[in-house]
């Protein structure tokens, strides 16, 4: 049965082979499982050199250094301590074997070491799921934003909204006691009503940007037309790979294929679909068919290929002629772009102006932005918030403000369930 008060162990450094690996320890043994294998605690919060040893035998395991950070002054809020030995396996190994040696210490779970960063108020819930974007980060856009929320940005100002909130329920609190509940001073309920709406607009603001998760997944950019019309052959020039097989046989692609890349910085997933034709289609082509019309509706932007005016029915829809070096090439008059993808003739162009229409759609790296969590929460608050501004009854605005600051907390964590911090926790590594 695991428990908080464990001490917990783990490398928290990359995997092996490495120049250096970072071995963590965690909980009340932290500092007797790091004299045990030192012969003595180092100084608070100063590196020193010292022989790594095996407390059953004497062994030397490796020469390290090492830190001692008593809690609560630490990274996970309860004491820590950090070896940073020589990175090869069997070096990480033998000291791991040290450890798991000693009584009350075990390996870390996924994500342990941040979620008692989080129990101990080391870090929010909204910094901890910028972590987690951090992490994963892959792109200077994806790098940018997810800093900026788990630097606090976002628990920042969800914190001044709290204290706004939190004085307007004092005064309306006030009121309740010190008026008769049918007496309330208009000149009062006026100034909590004209105190919520720029709260109010504050929040939508924030919840009419891009998602979060736009961000972390890329920009769907959906390759669609019908068969032997170039789809293959423009996916594998945009990602610089083959990643798709291409054939003149009608109905080389029947399911969707999904590529990854960043263009400018900027994520992007490219999706090559089967060819779409009204008839001839035999049933597994048909199932490829019916999944590419899935993709047109969820994707960001759509390229299409096959005839003038025939595409799906979106305003995010690019007509693009193709293949112009090909025998048969039809122009289209109507064509955003007219390139050659075995050429290069018009390639740059279209790489040029896919990533600024993704950035119209993408967050601002440089701002706040919130993920579907979140938004669903702050829009709990906004509608609280606003149901204020036209209620007279006291004791209606009351519970709307205690409903604001619930939703709130629940970003910042203050009031969360288990099972969501298990989801979250979950997908950091086990040094993590």
């Known amino acids: 049965m695991l428990s908080a008060d464990d001490t917990i162990f783990a490398l928290s450094s990359g995997q092996p082979p490495a120049a250096i690996g970072i071995l963590r320890i965690s909980g009340p043994r932290a500092g007797q499982a790091l004299e045990s294998l030192t012969g003595n605690l180092p100084k608070p919060r100063v590196a020193g050199l010292h022989n790594i040893t095996n407390m059953v035998n004497g062994e030397l395991l490796d020469s390290a250094l090492c830190l001692w950070f008593p809690g609560p002054n630490s990274a996970t809020g309860e004491d820590l301590a950090e070896i940073h030995c020589h990175g090869g396996r069997a ?28 129990t101990h108020g080391k870090m929010d819930l909204a910094e901890a799921e910028g972590l ?14 997810a800093v900026r929320n788990a630097g606090g940005a976002l628990s920042r100002k969800i914190n001044d909204w709290q204290l706004q909130i939190l004085s307007l329920s004092a005064r309306v609190e006030a009121e309740l006691d010190f008026s008769d509940e049918d007496d309330v001073a208009p000149e009062q309920a006026a100034v909590v009503q004209n105190s919520a709406r720029p709260l109010v607009e504050e929040m939508r603001n924030l919840l009419e940007r891009p998602r979060a998760e736009k961000l972390r997944d890329g920009i769907r950019v959906v390759l669609g037309g019908p068969p032997n019309s170039g789809k293959s052959t423009l996916l594998n020039a945009l990602v610089e790979r083959e990643a798709a097989i291409v054939s003149d046989i009608a109905g080389t692609t029947r399911d969707v294929i999904e590529v990854p890349i960043a263009l400018g ?15 001839g289609a035999e049933t597994i082509e048909q199932i490829g068919i019916d999944r590419a019309h899935q993709q047109f509706a969820a994707a ?7 005839d003038e005016g025939q595409g799906p029915a979106q305003d995010n829809l690019i007509e693009v002629s193709s293949r112009s070096d090909h025998p048969e090439h039809q122009p289209k008059v109507s064509a955003a772009f ?17 990533i600024v229409r993704a950035k119209d759609i993408l967050p601002d790296g440089d701002q706040v932005s919130i993920n579907a969590r ?16 036209d209620e ?7 519970e709307h403000l205690r409903m604001a600051r619930k939703a709130l907390d629940e970003i910042t964590g203050k009031a969360s369930t288990e099972d969501m911090l298990d989801g979250l926790f979950g997908k950091f590594c086990i040094g993590k």
Request: proline share 3%.
């Open 338 to 354: 007219t390139l050659s993808p075995v050429s290069g003739q018009g390639m740059d162009a279209l790489v040029d102006h896919l």
């Open 392 to 398: 007279a009854d006291y004791l209606i605005v009351a």
């Open 265 to 279: 910085g900027i994520p992007f997933l490219f999706i090559d679909t089967a060819g779409v034709r009204e008839s």
């Open 374 to 389: 979140q938004a669903n929460l702050l829009s709990n608050a906004c509608d609280n918030l606003s149901a204020i501004i």
């Open 91 to 118: 070096v990480i190994r033998a000291i791991e074997a040290a450890l798991e040696q000693i009584d009350g210490l075990r390996q870390a779970e996924p994500g342990e070491f941040t979620r008692r960063a989080f």
């Open 300 to 306: 960001d932007i759509i390229l299409w290929l096959g």
């Open 132 to 145: 987690s974007d951090l992490l994963f980060a892959e792109t200077e856009l994806q790098r940018k934003a």
